[in-house]
């Protein structure tokens, strides 16, 4: 860059503004030159005017030196060529671009005269040559960057050197074969190969090729070729071996040679061929394991691994890998490689879904619970010796295992940085059940152990911990798995809904803990679940003993991480886990052997273990969890050994001793059994635990521990085991409350002590012993404490006297509660009832008790007087002994005291045998005691009482001593009331009580959650208790669904990949014809190839007319021949060698397949699988039913399906109709199962009721063809409701290509099936009939009603009887309804033909059978004898024959397959007599005018627009006459001059005739009109047999099925009469103003209204400049500076033109196509401005663009110097632009294609080539039609009429035409020498019924020239046929007339302006005829553009 400057050397101190040309030098500029060793090489250079970033430069750099735009629209390599394309540098800021592919060699004149006098100078200057120079040699770059917007910019650049210049552009051959066929030359070579050698040098041209071009990279997608590619090699796997595995990887990318990196860069390789794991398994070398160990080499590389990992994501290596593991021959050492594979893959590029994909296989392999797995011996599992079955579900497990322990090591591997958010969504997606599947208690210990640590490894987490334990809904694994998952098999079968589950939410811990109680015996177990509660990480239980219990857990409380135990506490729910298994472990029965020694030692290690870690945090509030508490007292509780809790316990709970089993502190000698040696151990902690609780406590609100102990009991202990847990919790508590206040008394006294700790400890615990004290009498009360109440009393006094002495503010509401505890205590005790000796004894303790502290019972600070009213009214009933039974509270459950709780009944017997008392000696003793309590009570507070109540107490007053019998009433009544009121008040608590721990029970999840298996919200849980059982059935049955899915998901992989191979098969099929087909690069030949036959294409053109004929491809003509093979039992069927090879391709597509999965069933790992599958496998049989699947496009769902009848001609498939999203599909021969299935025919029987319809179908049966075609919606342009053997079910699909389908639905679905049509494609509801296929021609107001154009001349009588027939339901797609056409002729004998004679016509009139009067008398004869004879008036006809059937159709077009066919199906499966066939036009006309009383046919609308049909161009043999003369061609009448061509033109003059167009509407109304029935029609002789008006007949009527199919029948074979249009008499047309065209061509036709086309006036026609907008046109004769006009458009009202290289694109031509760029770039701008709307350079790969075409608003055709055709699809969103994207190239020309046409109406493409060549292509399906004969010169000009398909090719000064099958009609050479060279025509038709064409030619010297066609009889006959090119359809053979070119005028623009001829006349560019032929726009290289008209 240092030499860009104004000029260079030793000048710089001039004033660089005094020069204005700037230029600079890239390299040594020649003012310092000096000898140097360097050689200059230069590439590619641009300058930007902007400085560029690091990632645009990274991009330019990876774009490569071939690449040669200006970055406006740059696709990186790699990404999708069909996304946005995005400028890099804007346009302005390129001032150049220099690249060698837009370079010239020129020279300084040509220099000159192109840019300017300056530059020229100034190169001459510095090429030291003289500036007029024109014979040196110039090397000039143009700049490439020229022609877009921004400031001006240099010309370019010239190459100088000192001693010249060597110029080398190269053009590598990888990338000359994009021109040649592309990738398919590539796959052609290793479809070649025949062993390993030719196999690896295919490979490696693959690879160097593929390396070194990105285009063919793209191309290769674009053609599926990496599919195509793996289909071969499959076909070709024993050709393998290692070498060419490392080649193809180095394709892929993923092999490191040299210093490339090992990533993936080739990902269609990647994906197609190396993840093509079923290509692999079959090679010879065993490559599998090497790609394998491959794949984890390149995922774990360190630098590429995860991009790697990425592109393996996109290739699903996941699923495939997982879908191996049902490969029968997969052995345990691969399994290995692959699980790590699967290890790498999940750390490289972690996905939720794949991770899905595993665990949904990980439940694949468990079996259902009924299986127990625990047996089975893991250590045979991998023994290779063993036979596979023996060993399977060791395998299984082990397998399970690897992918659980891979799963854990990947998840907690430290890697794969998961956030806690993403591990929490991760556990969410799999689920709960998902974990507690693999927990289930049949399973392998080693599953369980890896699932455990699974999912605790997650619920490390603490809001997961939460979530888990308040319910997670179940099922969410299968949920997800099925998400973005469709099976392509769904779409055939009938959508079940699936039963709806309510979802279940799952308590985990709780079904946690269920589960685990299967597992206490596992050791490893106890370690993961400790290592959760100390909450250390499972990672670091690796290396730990394994030998015992005890050293594990020793192990790990070493290991452990104890500051964070000390920052996030324990957790609590490991605590309940271990607890809860202690639980299991203990209840169940002790087994002596010493497999049984666990459940002693494990309890026992368990228990040690938690007592160690209580002692290390003893702080912890794990321990006072309330949950942990009762799990834990649950553990301790007293229960029977009979009742034990465990799976394996006994609950006969009738049993007498399980009844009286007391307390499990006393073994008796019934249970030996019982008590596990744990027990004690566990009792021992828990009151460890409960002392830590109470001293800990420091108010009695935290007291909720206690509770929770109390409250604790396993859901099924009885009440008695409930008090007797109570009475011992509180008695320990007692105890403890006994040590503490009796040990550290100290600490009560000396409260003044300055000891603050002292103080803060005391003043609660006072506060503490009273509520413990309230708890006591409450539990008393409410029957729950047990023991001896004496415990209590002694309890409470203890305390009192400790209050008493404690000198605490809190002293006296404390003694206070206690002593009314005390008091409440007694009362009870007294009011118990006294029957037995056991109760009496009890009370008389009490008794003895009260004596016994009196002092402090009754001390003063008891001064309570209700207290005393009470005992004393107590006192009084015990010594009345009034109430034996008790008077207190009863408590509810009426229970035997303490005595016989606390006696076993042995001792209780002995001790009465010995010195019990008797109970009247105790009654006695209660007594006295009683009375002596009075008198001291009485003694000492009857002042009391009496001052309170002023009341005497006695009944003698002021006695001192008051004896218990001398109370007065009064007070008795004083005592009562107080007693009652206490009784109340006591009652009323207990209640309130029992109300209030109802509500505020602790919620736990093993106790109240987990009995609400809690229904989703808006349903009420209807039973609250749900059983582990619920919850197990719920986890199953998400089971089965899962295995059912993952059996159907692998079932759709092994279709898809059939489908991948039928598809692969089918596009090599193509690719074959591509590369050895006619125009292929290795054709061979026309010698060896034999001819395929011609037939008649079903698309229809203008105004319904088939034209088109093509030649069946290799493939079609294999398949009839298949047919014919099937119908002639003739296996022997002789075919070339290729042919051989694509039926061999198809047929091993198809086979191949099934050896790899025989049945998707016989999942040889898991033979325990098959109650997951359904009884499918029958539907898996149907193989036909890939075709459809194959057709289904990506993601399609199927919504609706009808069954109905498809109709083709003579053809009758049963199929099936399926709605899709955007497409539907057509199945040939399919059914629908009564299920709603869809089944191939063969396979199902038919769904048909329709008896006749079922016959119809099963006549074809025996051809059975299966096929499937996909439409858009927007594909339709029509939809007609139609009648099938006259009854209204049908319905007929226009397709916008011409092609149509009649489906007929049997079953009543037509209206369904038609509104569905519409809701898709709601544009069709409006259109009954659509007029734009008949009115071709459209004059302004083409609105009018077809009968009113016909009427005004608009359209032709052709048109007319289309329209007519249309509207009546004929079609071409049923031959029964064929359309009608009348015989118009009734000359079949003269030389000559001269239409203007009437007598020549037939009496249209009349029907056929009144032409001949005779024959008519016949007819009316047999009308009135039936009257005569039947005297059944409704059979009553004169024919019974119809004028149009299926056979007359048939037999007429026998000569043109498909009618050929038609015809011998018609007639049971031969020809006819040759004399009964159609061989000859006359005696056809004799037969149905006059002679056969049972033929009164009419014609077919072949007659009058198809030579073709009249010619046996496949020479059929049809045998020979009875005269001998062999049945060829049909014998034409002598006015045709046995030139079929001629016949059809006459005779469509003659339809169009003046005679005819006066009497048609005669002919209309026999037919489509009044006539057709009804009076009129017994006066016209036009009646039919009943049967055949569909109108007349309603078959639903008709039950008799035999009535009904003799109608059907004879409506098949007979005909129908089309519907009646018309009810009035039809209009006649009105008469032509002037003679026919076809007289005198100087006459012009000119209807009234209409005005006349310019070629009737030749000779007047004059000259007028046009200005155009866009072409910046100045006056008259000055040059517009856009240069040469390209394309002229004449619309109503304007005309549009756009320069050379620039075409409008249709319809609204408000758009512009621009090319010829020196970047070799595409533009698509609007239309009058020169604004560029989008830039295009993905057309740079493929050359200079010489021309392009636009056929259509989104259709793009563009060629060139590529000699590729390449067809683009426009893409547009919202009307904007959004990319061009290769539809198709078409390979064929061998030079420089050079100009292009297209019609839309034929779907025709024309290319021509300078390689002398025109190819016609199809448009519709982008393949090769026909190539034209070569011709003498490059071609320059082509064009194809849109009214009748004719074709004008023009080469040099040569011009021919040829009809739309490629079939010469005339040439001419118009001109000699260069300057007459045709630069561009164009086509001009009249009427379409006027054969002659005009053609307009303009050529190289400005003249512009009019031909016109003429017919001229040839003297010398045609051709002998042999001689025929056999690539053209045969043209009719031997005809005498040929079609001749006369040129009509030669219009000279300077002539007609000046009066002179000009010698240098600018060359004529373009042509065009204005929309109403009145004009000739002609547009020359000046961009003038003229318009000739009549008018000037």
Not at 1578 to 1587: E, G, S, T
Request: charge should be negative; include cysteine.
């Amino acid at each position: 860059m240092l030499y860009i400057q104004a000029l260079p050397g030793p000048f710089l101190s001039m004033d660089p503004s005094a020069f204005v040309d700037v230029y600079g030098y890239i390299a040594t500029p020649r003012v310092w030159k000096q000898k140097s060793s360097l050689i200059w090489r230069l590439g590619p250079t641009y300058l930007f005017e902007e400085a560029i970033s690091m990632e645009t430069l990274e991009v330019i750099n990876k774009l490569g030196p071939r690449y040669c735009g200006n970055f406006q629209a740059v696709h990186v390599q790699g990404e999708d060529l069909d996304s946005e394309a995005t400028p890099f540098v804007a346009e302005e800021r390129v001032s150049f671009g220099l690249h060698i592919a837009s370079s010239s060699i020129t020279s300084v004149a040509d220099i000159r005269n192109a840019y300017n006098e300056v530059d020229s100078r100034l190169i001459a200057k510095e090429m030291n040559i003289s500036s007029r120079d024109n014979a040196m040699p110039v090397f000039l770059l143009r700049n490439c960057a020229g022609h877009l917007s921004g400031s001006l910019r240099t010309i370019g650049a010239v190459a100088v050197g000192q001693l010249g210049v060597r110029v080398f552009h190269s053009s590598p051959a990888a990338s000359s074969l994009d021109f040649i066929g592309g990738p398919a030359i590539l796959l052609g070579l290793i479809s070649l190969a025949t062993d390993d050698h030719t196999m690896y040098a295919a490979v490696k041209v693959l690879h160097s090729v593929l390396t070194s071009n990105a285009m063919c990279d793209f191309l290769m997608q674009h053609i599926c070729g990496y599919q195509i590619m793996a289909f071969l090699l499959r076909k070709k796997a024993s050709l393998l071996n290692h070498r060419i595995f490392q080649l193809i990887l180095s394709v892929a990318g993923t092999v490191e040679l040299g210093f490339r990196s090992s990533a993936i860069t080739n990902t269609g390789v990647f994906q197609h061929i190396l993840c093509n794991f079923e290509l692999w398994m079959n090679t010879a070398d065993n490559l599998e394991l090497s790609l394998f160990s491959h794949l984890l080499e390149i995922l774990q590389s360190p630098r590429e691994g995860p991009r790697n990992a990425e592109a393996a994501h996109q290739a699903q290596l996941i699923p495939k890998l997982i879908f191996l593991f049902n490969e029968p021959s997969l052995i345990p050492s691969k399994i290995s490689t692959i699980i790590g594979i699967l290890a790498c893959q999940l750390r490289g590029h972690f996905s939720t879904q794949d991770l899905l994909r595993i665990g949904l296989f990980v439940v694949y392999t468990l079996k259902p619970s009924s299986v127990n797995e625990r047996q089975i011996c893991m250590d045979g599992a991998l023994d290779p010796s063993l036979p596979a079955g023996s060993q399977t579900s060791g395998k299984t497990i082990w397998l399970r295992n690897q992918l659980l322990e891979m799963l854990l090591s990947v998840i907690s591997s430290p890697q794969l940085h998961l956030s806690s958010e993403s591990k929490e969504e991760m556990f969410l997606k799999l689920g709960p059940d998902w974990f507690l599947l693999l927990l289930q208690g049949h399973l392998h210990a080693s599953t369980t152990v890896l699932a455990l640590k699974l999912l605790l490894y997650f619920l490390a987490s603490p809001s997961l911990r939460t979530r888990f334990r308040d319910g997670l809904c179940a099922g969410s694994w299968v949920e997800r798995s099925t998400e973005g998952v469709d099976i392509v098999m769904d779409n055939l079968k009938s959508q079940s809904p699936l039963p709806e589950q309510s979802p279940c939410l799952l308590p985990g811990f709780r079904v946690l803990n269920d589960f685990l109680a299967h597992h206490v015996h596992i050791p490893e177990v106890y370690l993961i679940v400790s290592t959760f509660f100390l909450q250390t990480p499972l990672t670091e239980l690796m290396d730990g003993p394994k030998d015992s219990l005890d050293a594990m857990l020793q192990w790990l409380l070493q290991r452990h991480h104890q500051e964070e135990v000390l920052q996030a506490g324990l957790c609590t729910e490991g605590a309940l886990l271990l607890l809860e298994m202690l639980k299991a472990t203990m209840s169940q029965p002790l087994a002596g052997s010493e497999d049984g020694a666990w459940a002693q030692t494990f309890p026992a290690s368990v228990l040690q273990f938690l007592s160690l870690v209580h002692r290390t945090y003893p702080q912890d509030p794990a321990w006072r969890a309330p949950e942990f508490l009762q799990t834990l007292a649950i553990a301790a509780f007293p229960l029977g050994a009979q009742k034990g809790v465990g799976a394996e316990s006994t609950r006969n709970t009738s049993s007498p001793e399980a009844a009286a089993e007391g307390d499990s502190t006393v073994e008796g000698l019934q249970a030996p059994t019982k008590a596990h040696p744990a027990r004690r151990k566990l009792r021992e902690f828990t009151q460890l635990l409960l002392r830590e609780l109470l001293l800990g406590a420091s108010s009695p609100k935290q007291w909720l521990p206690l509770e929770v102990l109390l409250e604790a009991s396993p859901d099924h202990a009885t009440s008695q085991q409930k008090r007797d847990f109570q009475s011992e919790v509180l008695l320990s508590a007692m105890e403890l409350f006994h040590m503490t206040s009796g040990g550290d008394a100290a600490m009560f006294r000396d409260g003044k002590e300055p000891q603050p700790s002292a103080e803060a400890a005391a003043a609660p615990s006072l506060a503490n012993i009273s509520c413990f004290t309230q708890k006591l009498v409450e539990k008393l009360y409410s029957g729950m404490f047990s023991a001896d109440p004496r415990h209590i009393l002694l309890f409470i006094l203890e305390h009192i006297m400790v209050v008493i002495e404690t000198a605490s503010s809190q002293r006296d509401t404390v003694l206070s509660t206690l002593y009314s505890s005390l008091n409440k205590v007694i009362l009870y005790c007294l009011s118990k009832p006294q029957q037995s000796l056991s109760e009496c004894l009890g009370l008389l303790s009490i008794l003895g008790f009260l004596q016994e502290h009196w002092d402090v019972v009754f001390a003063t600070y008891n001064s309570n007087i209700s207290f005393l009213l009470c005992l004393m009214h107590c006192l009084l009933l015990l010594n009345e002994r009034s109430y034996p039974e008790g008077f207190g509270l009863e408590p509810k459950p009426r229970m035997s005291t303490y005595h016989q709780v606390f006696l076993s009944p042995n001792e209780d017997v002995k001790e009465k045998r010995e010195d019990l008392p008797s109970l009247s000696d105790v009654q006695h003793n209660i007594q006295k005691t009683v009375q002596t309590l009075w008198q001291q009570l009485v003694a000492q507070r009857q002042q009391t009482l009496e001052d309170a109540f002023k009341i005497d107490l006695s009944v003698k007053p002021g006695e001192r001593e008051v004896k218990i019998e001398e109370v007065t009433p009064l007070w008795e009544e004083t005592m009562l009331k107080a007693w009652q009121h206490y009784l109340a008040s006591e009652k009323k608590s207990l209640a309130s009580r029992s109300n209030v721990a109802h509500h505020s029970k602790v919620t736990l999840w093993s106790g109240s959650l987990s009995s609400a298996m809690k229904l989703m919200p808006g349903r009420q849980a209807k039973d609250p208790e749900c059983k582990t059982e619920d919850f197990v059935s719920c986890i199953e049955n998400y089971r089965r669904r899962g295995q059912e899915l993952y059996a159907s998901l692998y079932k759709d992989h092994v279709q898809r990949r059939k489908c991948g191979n039928i598809k692969a098969a089918n596009a090599w099929a193509r690719i074959q014809e591509q590369l050895f087909g006619e125009l292929g690069l290795w054709s061979q030949g026309e010698e060896t190839k034999p001819c395929s036959p011609w037939e008649l294409d079903w698309r229809e053109g203008p105004a319904r007319m088939r034209k088109r004929i093509k030649r069946l491809s290799p493939l079609e003509a294999l398949s009839s021949g298949r047919h014919k093979e099937s119908q002639d039992k003739n296996d022997h069927i002789s075919q070339t060698n290729a042919e051989n090879q694509d039926e061999l391709t198809l047929r091993e597509a198809e086979g191949e397949p099934d050896e790899v999965g025989v049945d998707c069933t016989q999942l040889t790992f898991f033979p325990a699988l098959h109650e997951s599958l359904h009884s499918e496998d029958f539907l898996e049989l149907c193989r036909e039913r890939q075709v459809i699947l194959q057709e289904l496009l990506d993601k399609e769902k199927v919504t609706q399906k009808f069954s109905l009848v498809i109709v083709q001609g003579h053809l009758v498939s049963e199929g099936v109709l399926l709605f899709g999203h955007q497409h539907f599909y057509i199945c040939e021969n399919f059914t629908l199962s009564p299920t709603g299935d869809v089944y191939c025919t063969r396979h199902c029987l038919s769904n048909i009721s329709d008896p006749f319809i079922f016959n119809l179908c099963s006549k074809d049966r025996s051809t059975d063809h299966y096929s499937c075609q996909c439409h858009s919606y927007a594909d339709m342009r029509e939809l007609r409701q139609a009648r099938f053997l006259l009854q209204d079910i049908a319905l007929e699909i226009f397709f916008h290509n011409g092609y149509s389908k009649f489906l007929v639905f049997y079953n009543n679905d037509r209206s369904k099936a038609f509104k569905s049509f519409c809701s898709f494609q709601p544009s069709l509801k409006g259109k009954a009939t659509s007029e734009d296929t008949l009115s071709l021609r459209r004059y302004p107001g083409s609105d009018r009603i077809m009968l009113q154009k016909w009427q005004k001349r608009d359209i032709s009588n052709f048109e007319y009887l289309m329209y007519l027939n249309t509207a009546a339901g004929r079609t071409c797609n049923d031959y029964m309804q064929y359309p009608v056409f009348p015989w118009v002729l009734a000359d079949y004998t003269s030389e000559t033909l001269n239409l203007a004679n009437p007598k020549i016509f037939r009496d249209l009139s009349k029907p056929m059978g009144a032409q001949t009067k005779e024959r008519k008398l016949k007819f009316i004869q047999r009308f009135k004898e039936v009257e005569k004879t039947e005297g059944d008036m409704t059979v009553q006809c004169h024919y019974y024959t119809h004028y149009s059937s299926a056979i007359i159709v048939a037999s007429y077009l026998v000569r043109m397959p498909p009618f050929t066919q038609a015809f011998c199906a018609l007639q049971g499966g031969s020809f006819d007599v040759a004399d009964r066939m159609f061989h000859s036009v006359k005696s056809t006309w004799e037969s149905a005018s006059r002679e056969n009383m049972s033929d009164v046919r009419e014609l077919t609308p072949e007659f009058f627009y198809l030579p073709e049909f009249l010619t046996n161009c496949n020479g059929v043999e049809f045998g020979c006459m009875q005269d001998g003369t062999v049945l060829g061609d049909v014998q034409l009448p002598p006015w045709a001059d046995g030139d079929p061509r001629k016949f059809i033109s006459l005779h469509r003059k003659a339809l169009e005739s003046d005679f005819v167009s006066a009497n048609l509407h005669h002919w209309i109304d026999l037919i489509f009109g009044y006539k057709q029935q009804g009076p009129a029609a017994v006066d016209a002789v036009n009646i039919f047999h009943p049967y055949f008006y569909g109108d007349r007949m309603d078959l639903s009527s008709i039950t008799d099925p035999l009535i009904k199919s003799t109608i059907l029948g004879f409506v098949s074979n007979f005909g129908q009469v089309p519907k009646q249009l018309f009810t009035k008499p039809h209009p006649a047309r009105t008469a032509a103003g002037k003679p026919l065209p076809g007289k005198d061509v100087s006459t012009p036709v000119s209807l009234p209204g209409h005005p006349q086309p310019f070629f009737y006036s030749l000779q007047s026609l004059r000259p007028s400049q046009v200005t155009v907008k866009d072409m910046y046109l100045f006056s008259l004769g000055s040059e517009s500076p856009k240069g040469a006009i390209g394309h002229i458009v004449s619309t109503e009202k304007t005309i549009l033109a756009v320069e050379r290289n620039k075409v409008l694109l249709p319809p609204l031509w408000n758009r512009t196509f621009s090319w010829g760029f020196d970047d070799f770039s595409c533009c698509l701008g609007s239309y009058g401005s020169d604004k560029v709307l989008m830039t295009f350079e993905n057309l740079a790969a493929w050359g200079r663009c010489l021309c392009a075409v636009c056929p259509s608003p989104t259709t793009i055709v563009t060629s060139g110097t590529s000699t590729v055709v390449c067809v683009w699809e426009l893409s547009m969103t919202k009307g904007r632009p959004r990319g061009l994207r290769l539809r198709q190239a078409l390979y064929g020309h061998t030079q420089a294609v050079t100009c292009l046409a297209a019609s839309v109406t034929f779907s025709l493409l024309v290319s021509g080539s300078q390689d002398c060549t025109c190819i016609l292509w199809d448009l519709d399906h982008l393949t090769h039609v026909t190539r034209l004969p070569a011709h003498r010169e490059g071609i320059s000009a082509i064009t194809i009429s849109d009214v009748s398909g004719t074709i004008v090719s023009c080469a040099g000064a040569h011009l021919s035409l040829w009809n739309v099958n490629g079939q010469p009609l005339a040439s001419i050479t118009t001109a000699w020498g260069p300057e007459g060279a045709i630069t561009c025509c164009c086509l001009m038709e009249g009427p379409a019924w006027d054969t002659s064409q005009i053609i307009i030619t303009g050529s190289q010297d400005g003249m512009v020239r009019v031909w016109k066609t003429e017919d001229v009889k040839m003297s010398v006959p045609g051709r002998p046929a042999g001689e025929e090119p056999p690539a053209q359809p045969p043209s009719p053979r031997g005809h005498k007339w040929e079609k001749n070119l006369a040129l009509s005028r030669e219009l000279d623009v300077s002539i007609a302006l000046t009066g002179k001829p000009s010698k240098t006349s600018p060359a004529v560019t373009a042509l065009a005829v204005s929309r109403n032929h009145t004009k000739l726009l002609v547009g020359d290289e000046r961009g003038r553009i003229f318009c000739w008209s009549a008018d000037g």
